[in-house]
């Protein structure tokens, strides 16, 4: 968060937000029915992302969809996605190279649940980075928000900030669970989205067999001489593998089969 660390300390200079949600107690059951159908019924990754925050009662709000385990990209901050985020919000994500360079992301997912921005300012891991500043400065553009922990089927992680017109003195006990559990039902199906999309992975019988032993933790030399051939014609394997997973190491082309369509 350094990279925000130019931003002016001073109320925000866009509209005034509605704050729809401030005073009330929870989400009006028709309202999430209204935003799971959305979900639901959304074609696209853009018309899900956009379909389901429009309906919620925020006024901006952020997604970050982490690579799988196993991806050459693993560490990289992944796909990104906003609504009405200031531009220098903007401009600090399109800039980051990994969300490991964002302390916030990793302080969320230390909780394993949602956290008010505001909380993060005294967070362990936000002060050990020296960050504290950054975030009231953020907060000084966005306002307080919700900042959610997604987690997905084949251990895809993502990272949802909901904002505009939220305050956790005011907004009911209620309303940061159903935010919650909107988010992380948005989340799955963005996953489930992204696996339809994702062209099949095509390996030979003898690939598979390869990749089936490197899980197991058979070493070149191991696997050669259980299925008779030559360590050499292991490593031939192993790097078409690589290639075909997109992966640079055999522990990551062993996890990244299980985030994969992997067809023999």
């Not at 006990?173 to 799955?188: D, E, M, T, V, W």
Request: contains cysteine; glycine residues 6%; aromatic residues 8%.
């Amino acid at each position: 968060m350094e990279a925000i660390k130019d931003i002016p300390a001073h109320a925000r200079s866009d509209a005034e937000f509605s704050g729809q949600v401030a005073s009330l107690a929870s989400l009006n059951p028709s309202l999430i029915s209204e935003i799971v159908d959305a979900i639901n019924s959304a074609t696209t990754l853009e018309s899900l992302f956009h379909s389901a925050i429009e309906l919620m009662p925020v006024d901006l709000a952020s997604y970050h969809h982490f690579p799988s385990v196993g991806a050459v990209d693993y560490g990289h901050i992944g796909r990104f996605y906003n609504h009405n985020l200031p531009p220098k919000i903007m401009d600090y994500y399109n800039e980051l190279s990994s969300h490991n360079s964002d302390p916030a992301p990793r302080a969320v997912f230390t909780k394993s649940q949602s956290i008010w921005l505001s909380d993060l300012i005294s967070d362990p891991i936000i002060s050990k980075n020296k960050a504290s500043d950054s975030v009231r400065k953020i907060i000084n553009l966005t306002g307080d928000g919700l900042c959610i922990p997604l987690y997905g089927p084949n251990f895809r992680r993502g990272y949802m900030f909901l904002g505009g017109g939220l305050d956790k003195t005011e907004t009911g006990p209620y309303i940061q669970l159903q935010l919650q559990g909107l988010a992380q039902y948005f989340h799955i199906q963005f996953c489930l989205m992204i696996q339809k999309l994702q062209a099949p992975v095509q390996l030979t019988d003898r690939q598979d067999q390869v990749l089936s032993l490197v899980a197991f933790g058979k070493t070149n030399q191991e696997i050669a001489d259980i299925l008779k051939i030559s360590p050499n014609t292991v490593s031939g394997y192993l790097k078409a593998i690589f290639i075909k997973l997109d992966v640079s190491d055999r522990v990551s082309a062993a996890m990244r089969a299980q985030t994969l369509k992997v067809n023999m």
